[in-house]
């Protein structure tokens, strides 16, 4: 039986420590902060980050280094017969497209995914794969399955539009006038975009018109249901027990971290499901 790694990016939110303990490998993508290049995690705290952000520090985001990703790939085929690489959406970031001309100098032992998500469900993908690497699942059958079984759906609720202004995802006369009438865009998280999906008054109706659209699926069972934060848990836990009371399921309450708090700002939360693979 083969030994396959299974590799994320930064947008899988995972600390270095959770990955250890899952066995779960993850390649750092750089932030430039203020014209300053730091490494996610590695190179700036979450606390940290989030006050620079709270003080309207620039931030901009990048795919990995293709140098370090192919470092990682030569480094852990030492140890391992192949490697599953689970980027961020190829529709979020060029990383999947670069990784894919990367891979072809590998001889096979590189597959990567177009996994169509970011965030935490990319830390339940990763552990489906470490099962199914367990049961003898060959890399293209994992990535065939992953690319054509798996299906997430999640709506993000910015607490304000400055951050979407400021990562350029809006322009700044559209975000002045959304935070004077306080209109709340509902952004869906859908075949790998994020496209507003909604524009309510007020948070709160903002919040629960995404979970509305979230819960609204059957066979509940089918799915794995989380919320995600930056820097707003309590809420977090709030939404957590409601959530569970309109599906029954068990929820994960998950921060979301740099790469992805670059572009909706501390404050933010989400609701979210995704669909469980059979293997």
């Known amino acids: ?92 970031s060029g990383t999947y497209n670069s990784a894919v001309l990367a891979s072809k100098e590998f001889d096979g032992k590189v597959c990567v995914v177009d996994t169509k998500m970011a965030c935490c469900p990319l830390q339940y993908v990763a552990i489906d794969a470490i099962k199914m690497a367990d049961k003898g699942y060959s890399l293209e059958e994992m990535k065939n399955k992953i690319e054509n079984e798996i299906y997430m759906f999640a709506c993000i609720v910015p607490e304000t539009l400055t951050y979407l202004k400021n990562g350029g995802r809006i322009s700044p006369a559209a975000a002045a006038l959304g935070n004077l009438l306080k209109i709340i865009p509902i952004l869906k998280v859908e075949d790998g975009y994020i496209d507003v999906s909604d524009k309510v008054r007020t948070t709160r109706k903002a919040y629960q018109a995404a979970l509305e659209k979230v819960i609204n699926v059957p066979n509940k069972e089918d799915y794995y249901w989380f919320v995600v934060h930056s820097d707003c848990e309590q809420l977090a836990q709030e939404y957590k027990v409601i959530l569970h009371e309109k599906v029954n399921q068990d929820i994960q309450v998950k921060p979301i971290r740099a790469i992805i708090m670059a572009h909706t700002g501390p404050g933010t939360l989400g609701v979210g499901r995704l669909k469980k693979l059979n293997y």
Do not use: C
């Open 1 to 92: 039986m083969n030994k396959i790694a299974i590799l994320v990016d930064s947008s899988a939110d995972i600390t270095n420590e959770d990955a250890k303990t899952l066995g779960i490998h993850v390649i750092r993508m750089p932030l430039t902060i203020n014209n300053e290049d730091v490494m996610e995690t590695d190179g700036i705290s979450d606390e940290d980050f989030i006050q620079k952000m709270k003080q309207g520090a620039t931030v901009k985001t990048s795919q990995p280094l293709l140098g370090n990703l192919v470092m990682k790939w030569k480094e852990l085929l030492q140890e391992y017969d192949g490697i599953l690489f689970l980027p961020i959406s190829s529709k979020l």
